[in-house]
Structures are given as structure tokens and as C-alpha cells.
Nanobody
Framework: QVQVVESGGGLVQPGGSLRLSCAAS????????MGWYRQAPGKQRELVAA???????EYADSVKGRFTISREIAKNTVYLQMNSLTPEDTAVYYC????????????????WGQGTQVTVSS
């Protein structure tokens, strides 16, 4: 029914940039919020950035000023522009769609993407 798919990960040198994309597809009427989480080896998964349908954004302190989240609500798509990347940004990045409602008005809850690897290394 509903699928969340991420893309854009890869290998980049320190100081470089990447742009991650995430699209939710299926019989979707609305999504309250979409966001990006990441998990590095040996660490807990953490929120990187999120945006609501009202345009409110939230960022982890470690990425403020470097990452920008944006959302195309009509396309159920969210992006994460990552600039000035450092090795500490290396992680698997997961897309989350929160509070999904289908076209019939049924609340479906949350959906996660499969994750995309971001590696920052020289």
C-alpha cells in the first residue's frame, strides 16, 4: 500500500555536500510530518531534521546551519540538503513519515524507509 523510498546517499569527502530525497507513495491523503533520522555504528538512532505539514522544522543541534530540510507536500516528498559534511555525519539515514492518513480518511500511522548510507571520508 504505502511505501517510503530514500535516495541520494553515497560517499563524499569532508566539506562536501549531498542531497537526500524521500518519497512516500500510495493512497495517501496527508502526512503530518516527514523527517530524517540517522544511526551511526555503535550509536542510538537520532533525529536529524523534521518538518510538519504546517512548515515547522526541527533540527539536531549538530546539523543546524549545515543541513536544510524541505518538503513538497503535494508530492509527499521530503529532501535533506547536507552541506559542510564531516566524518561525524557518517551514518545510515532513514526517512520517516508520521501520522499518515490515506485517501479514505483512515489513519495509518508511521512509515519508515529502508535507509540510505552516507559516508564522509577522505
Amino acid at each position: 500500500q504505502v511505501q517510503v523510498v530514500e535516495s541520494g546517499g553515497g560517499l563524499v569527502q569532508p566539506g562536501g555536500s549531498l542531497r537526500l530525497s524521500c518519497a512516500a507513495s500510495g493512497s495517501i491523503f496527508s502526512i503530518y510530518a516527514m523527517g530524517w533520522y540517522r544511526q551511526a555504528p555503535g550509536k542510538q538512532r537520532e533525529l536529524v531534521a523534521a518538518v510538519t505539514d504546517g512548515g515547522s522544522t526541527e533540527y539536531a543541534d549538530s546539523v543546524k546551519g549545515r543541513f536544510t530540510i524541505s518538503r513538497e507536500i503535494a508530492k509527499n516528498t521530503v529532501y535533506l540538503q547536507m552541506n559542510s559534511l564531516t566524518p561525524e555525519d557518517t551514518a545510515v539515514y532513514y526517512c520517516n513519515a508520521e501520522g499518515l492518513v490515506d485517501e479514505g480518511g483512515t489513519y495509518l500511522g508511521d512509515y519508515w524507509g529502508q535507509g540510505t548510507q552516507v559516508t564522509v571520508s577522505s
